[in-house]
């Protein structure tokens, strides 16, 4: 055996350097070459191989006969038959990424709302039919396979959906790069209602393991927290360095998911980090006959990534987030860092091999801990460790609102961290100099700059500190990217110059949002446009506008989005117990529940139908209202008291509207409990209208309103976020706006304060409907009607209410006219091609991480 040949079996690949790598290949003989070509035998192409994968599964790993297999033990079988193949996929791209020795984006994410696995894999690999066919000859529907595997409870809202579909498009794209988060046991939490209130309950995801993940038991990262630093005399240059000495260690240990690419062979890689203790096991304490002590370390090390967004209505839920997010950030810039170490260039090129995007604040502690490990362990000078750290990041900004920033107390940062701590002040002393320097005098500016809030008590921003740490920082609309240069961050555009501020408009991945959540439809599209290609470019989607007044498409067309309403009535049924008639306007707004997303001006204004549906002559009621289905979902924080009482409100709504029999069929109010993507996979399909009304100026983008008019659904909603480039794309003719504009809102917001406002009598007749009982006891939700009246109404639900109205009347007349409607419908997603993730990913390779798709088949 030749020397390279032995040195493979004492290493793997990812051991050796990519010049060593490269003379390995050249000497690898014929024979070698052979085994590995069987190793790839995973790589089934037909039927007959992927039922030999199928039961070998069912045999082997599952221990289970062929005979006795149910619908739980096939989707086992069919998900790791599929996982083999794709490691296949996955150990070539990372060989030849490693051999290439490419740049790599790192996408550090505390939310991937991946949703379920196995069906947007046969879709990216391109086997679907053939699995179907496969699996039925075995004696299974594929449905009903699909619909066995949980959704991985991995994130919560649009940030996390964003994440996943951002690293679909990576691999698409055959860009070199990772995702980084955690994997957690519970997720955020499976949302409950009882008697009309959202419950949490422990979302056991992981109850039957989950296939889609390689468990790499052997990387466990130590990561310290708390102890004390010291300054110590480095022997080689004896120059005087910072020494962190930590007081506890909890070990970050690695799961990998495999990532595959559409119409490619790429697979890039989700890292995924699980919290264990160091010692699991105190067993001296158990023989003493302390049992739950015994046990204290293990359980105090794992609660840091059992729960999304643990409570931080108290000091422990925020140390605890904390320790999260550091937890998370240290391991995987441990990885990144042993990654570049391995190539044997010089610092000053680590910028030239890794990028790494901040999605939110959540990950900025990396800015701080990447600069503690380039000059407290690399020994680099500061400066010089600076530069590298400012030109590794980038920053996404998701949010307008100064109050949603991220802020931490000192003290608390302080005692878990207390050499970032230094760090921090350190990094904030010399960027405070420069601007001094720049604008003497203005230390008002000083002070709105300034990493750390001279507030009681003290906090550190952790907005301010990612936009000092990254060379780019970007919003995720034109209007947000715009509003946030103009407000939250004004002044670091007179610090930096507006150059650094850019924007990167979110998308969303066509292949799970319509080849898989509307199969009906896609193929449709697929039989005009000549194939599934637009699915790599959705640009392609304007070509169905030369269909649009066909009659025969058009009855195609309407008959899918019937099909889809008629799934979708079905969930409903299933989920609540409310029978709804396909053939209404279903009319929805999914998304987590908060005040200035401003569900509560949704079920005000289904109160204020009801009210006029009570109103009118029983006999003219079918000519004046066209039958109606508001549907609502979404979780709300557990500490979030207003956004749970909204849920209340709309379940209280829902009892007394659907069992009226005066109104039957005009009017149905449902809320869908635990919403989540293999919901929102059925919903978006079945939406004939969906809302996004957010106060203006308040949503940075949003991505589902992209999801409902990619799916043939139409908008109701503001002049905010993605809205207005969705206007542009779609035509006005195709959206229904409505409300008072970003600019006029911190008007509106001071004649409040002031006084000066007006409640229209439509919402008085509203409240007043509420307060009387009607919808259950008035003081459940006297808050939510204070907030309005007598509280400022910060989110101008008083002030859109009148036009959100007339909106809803206009949406009517519409509705009315079907062959209308449905022309709105295909011209609107003939118009879509913008809002794909792939153009967004192309925007980031170019404009801030400055990487290449590697275009070699692999």
């Not at 637009?534 to 989607?541: E, I, S, T």
């Not at 008072?740 to 008007?747: G, I, K, P, R, S």
């Not at 792939?838 to 400055?850: F, G, T, V």
Request: proline fraction near 4%; glycine fraction near 6%; include cysteine.
């Amino acid at each position: 055996m030749s020397e390279p040949i032995q040195r493979i079996h004492k290493r793997t690949l990812t051991g050796f350097s990519p010049t060593e790598i490269l003379s390995i290949d050249a000497a690898i003989p014929l024979k070698c070459r052979e085994i590995w070509k069987r190793y790839g035998a995973n790589e089934f192409s037909d039927v007959d191989g992927f039922e030999s994968q199928f039961v070998k599964h069912v045999e082997t790993t599952l221990a289970r006969s062929i005979y006795n297999c149910d619908n739980l033990a096939a989707y086992q079988a069919t998900s790791n038959s599929i996982r083999d193949k794709l490691i296949v996929h996955w150990n070539k791209t990372q060989h030849l990424h490693t051999a290439k020795d490419v740049k790599r984006i790192y996408y550090l994410s505390l939310e991937f709302l991946m949703g379920r696995a196995l069906d947007n894999a046969l879709i990216n690999l391109e086997i679907r039919d053939l699995a179907a066919t496969a699996v039925d000859e075995l004696g299974f529907r594929l449905e009903d396979i699909l619909e066995v595997e949980p959704d991985a409870a991995l994130g919560n809202g649009g940030l996390g959906r964003l994440a996943a579909c951002f690293i679909d498009s990576l691999s698409t794209g055959n860009y070199p790069g990772w995702g980084y988060g955690l994997r957690y046991q519970y997720g955020i939490f499976s949302q409950k209602i009882v008697d009309g209130y959202q419950a949490e309950a422990p979302d056991y995801w992981l109850r039957f393991s989950n296939p889609w993940e390689l468990p790499r038991l052997e990387i466990q990262i130590p990561v310290d927290f708390y102890g004390y630093t010291t300054t110590v005399k480095d022997p080689q240059t004896g120059k005087s360095k910072k020494q962190w000495n930590g007081g506890e260690q909890i070990l970050a240990v690695a799961y990998d998911f495999p990532i595959p690419g559409y119409g490619t062979s790429n697979v890039n890689n989700l890292r995924m980090w699980s919290s264990k203790p160091t010692t699991e096991f105190d067993f001296q304490k158990f023989n003493e006959g302390d049992y739950q002590d015994s046990l204290a370390q293990q359980q105090r090390a794992e609660s840091i990534t059992a729960v999304l967004y643990p409570n931080d209505n108290f000091y422990k839920g925020k140390e605890l987030r904390l320790k999260q997010q550091y937890f998370w950030v240290a391991a995987s810039l441990h990885d990144i860092v042993r990654r570049f170490i391995k190539t044997k260039r010089p610092w000053d090129q680590f910028p030239d091999q890794v990028a790494i995007q901040l999605n939110d604040t959540h990950p900025t502690l990396a800015v701080v801990e990447l600069q503690r490990i380039l000059t407290d362990l690399q020994g680099l000078e500061w400066d010089v460790a600076w530069s590298i750290v400012q030109r590794t990041f980038g920053y996404t900004n998701h949010t307008v609102m100064a109050e949603a920033l991220e802020k931490w107390p000192v003290d608390l940062f302080g005692t878990l961290l207390p050499r970032h701590l230094e760090i921090v002040y350190d990094i904030n002393l010399a960027f405070l100099q420069m601007v001094e320097k720049k604008f003497p005098n203005d230390r008002g500016l000083l002070s709105s700059v300034s990493v750390i809030e001279e507030s009681q008590p003290k906090n550190i921003r952790m907005a301010n500190l990612a936009i000092i740490g990254s060379h780019r920082v970007n919003g995720v609309a034109e209007l947000h990217s715009q509003l946030i240069k103009q407000t939250i961050f004004s002044d670091f555009v007179k610090v930096y110059g507006s150059d650094k501020f850019t924007n990167v408009t979110n998308g969303i991945t066509p292949r799970r949002w319509l080849r898989q959540a509307n199969p009906g439809l896609a193929a449709l599209i697929a039989s005009k446009l000549g194939g599934y290609g637009y699915l790599n470019d959705l640009n392609k989607l304007k070509g169905l506008e030369q269909f649009v007044e066909d009659p025969g498409f058009r009855a195609e067309w309407a008959a899918i989005k019937t099909a889809n309403k008629t799934k979708l009535a079905a969930l409903i049924a299933s989920t609540t117990g409310v029978t709804v008639n396909p053939n209404s306007l279903f009319d929805v707004q999914v998304k987590r529940i908060h005040e200035y997303k401003r569900q509560q001006l949704n079920i005000f204004g289904v109160i204020w139908r009801y009210l006029q549906l009570k109103a009118t002559p029983k006999a003219e009621r079918t000519t004046k209202f066209v039958p109606k289905v508001s549907i609502f979902g979404g979780k709300a924080a557990p500490g979030y008291y207003t956004a749970k009482t909204i849920i209340k409100l709309v379940n209280s709504v829902g009892s007394v509207v659907n069992s009226d029999p005066e109104i039957g069929d005009l009017l149905k109010v449902v809320f869908i409990p635990d919403y989540n993507v293999s919901k929102a996979e059925v919903i978006c399909p079945g939406s004939d209208l969906s809302e996004h009304i957010s106060t203006a100026g308040t949503e940075a983008s949003g991505t589902s309103n992209m999801k409902f008019v990619l799916n043939g659904g139409l908008i109701i909603g503001t002049v905010d976020g993605a809205n207005v480039e969705i206007t542009r794309e779609v035509g006005e003719d195709n959206i229904f706006l409505f409300g008072n504009l970003a600019e006029d809102v911190e008007d509106l917001r001071h004649e409040h304060h002031m006084g000066r406002s007006h409640i229209p009598d439509s919402l008085v007749q509203v409240f007043d409907a509420i307060s009387s009982g009607q919808f259950g006891t008035p003081d459940e939700f006297q808050s939510l009607l204070d907030g309005v009246r007598f509280h400022g109404d910060h989110y101008l639900v008083s002030d859109d209410f009148e036009s959100y109205l007339e909106a809803q009347k206009l949406v009517d007349e519409e509705f009315r006219k079907k062959e209308d409607w449905v022309r709105k419908s295909i011209i609107s997603v003939a118009n879509m091609g913008f809002f794909s993730s792939d153009r967004c990913i192309e925007e980031y390779a170019e404009n801030i991480w400055n990487i290449e798709p590697l275009e070699e088949k692999v």
